[in-house]
Nanobody, 114 residues
């Protein structure tokens, strides 16, 4: 199973970006999907998660600005990011889980300039 992310880039503060992640090589559905981010020198932190029933959870720092969505049939997950702030700058990773096995994407850089 391979997860491929896309959609990162450079944006000014207040702007928007949409990250996408697609799983290939999978013959099963994922129980949970999510987005994490990491800044060099800091621990990876959860941004948003969504389960197969569509229930989503968000980190407090992004609630109201970011929206996670998924397509279980296509094994894809997206993260719509609005109102971006410089502190959102990080490498963003997607995660999908099945039977307690984690699959991670390679990461995509998001840089927000002030």
């Amino acid at each position: 199973v391979q997860l491929v992310e896309s959609g990162g880039g450079l944006v000014q503060a207040g702007g928007s970006l949409t990250l996408s992640c697609a799983a290939s090589g999978s013959i099963f559905s994922f129980a949970n999907m999510g987005w994490f981010r990491q800044v060099p020198g800091k621990q990876r932190e959860v941004v948003a998660t969504i389960n197969s029933g569509g229930s989503a959870n968000y980190a407090g720092s992004v609630k109201g600005r970011f929206t996670i969505s998924s397509d279980n049939a296509k094994n894809t997950v997206r993260l719509q990011m609005n109102g971006l702030k410089p502190e959102d700058t990080a490498i963003y990773y997607c995660l999908m889980t099945n039977a307690n096995v984690e699959y991670w994407g390679q990461g995509t850089q998001v840089t927000v300039s002030s």
